[in-house]
Structure formats: structure tokens, C-alpha cells
Nanobody, 124 residues
């Protein structure tokens, strides 16, 4: 079992930055691929970014490429999402997720564990 707790959300103006953190506890963190997903009001949960556990490969949704960066610290059992040049359309609840697979890490269905989410609001 893996427990995930997100932090770092808040209100920011368009063009600003935020860094989300996800602290993991339970099983060996380094053996899990980690992902960030988001869900805006009235929309389905969607993929944002992921980092696999085997080679540390990173993947991003097209909508955030060049603006967001995922990183992981296997010593601190924490994964981060640095979000720059934020836009109002980035407003959503952001969820941290973990998967014991290196495949399909951009899929909601591939994730085995989820945090409760942290709200990011970007004002125009």
C-alpha cells in the first residue's frame, strides 16, 4: 500500500508559478512510476505529467509541455510538479498518482494509488 499526500496548491495570477509536492509513504517509492493528473470542474480527470521508475523517463501532456516539469526525489520519497507560465485553463484539482508499471503512465486506469488532490486556481 502507498499513501500519497499532495501540497502546494493555491491561487496564482496568470503567468505565475507554483510547485506542487507529493509525499509518498508505505512501500518502496523508487519502485513506482509517479504521475500528476488534474480534473477541472465538469471535466474528466486528465493526464499532466509522469516519471517512470525504471529509467526516470518523463512524459507530458501537450498542453503543459515547455511549462511544467516533473521531478522525483527517491531519497525523500517525494515527487514534484513545477508549473510555470500558468494559464487560467490550468485551474483544476491536481492529483498525484503511483503505478507499479512503467507502461501507459499517461492513463488514469494504469494508476494504482491516488492522493486526495490539491486545488490550483489561476486567475486572469
Amino acid at each position: 500500500q502507498v499513501q500519497l499526500v499532495e501540497s502546494g496548491g493555491g491561487l496564482v495570477q496568470a503567468g505565475g508559478s507554483l510547485r506542487l509536492s507529493c509525499a509518498a509513504s508505505g512501500r518502496t517509492f523508487s519502485g513506482y512510476s509517479m504521475g500528476w493528473f488534474r480534473q477541472a470542474p465538469g471535466k474528466e480527470r486528465e493526464f499532466v505529467a509522469a516519471a517512470t521508475w525504471r529509467r526516470g523517463n518523463t512524459y507530458y501532456a501537450d498542453s503543459v509541455k515547455g511549462r511544467f516539469a516533473i521531478s522525483r526525489d527517491n531519497i525523500r520519497n517525494t515527487v514534484y510538479l513545477q508549473m510555470n507560465s500558468l494559464k487560467p485553463e490550468d485551474t483544476a484539482v491536481y492529483y498525484c498518482a503511483a503505478s507499479n508499471s512503467n507502461y501507459n503512465v499517461d492513463s488514469v486506469d494504469a494508476m494504482d494509488y491516488w492522493g486526495k488532490g490539491t486545488l490550483v486556481t489561476v486567475s486572469s
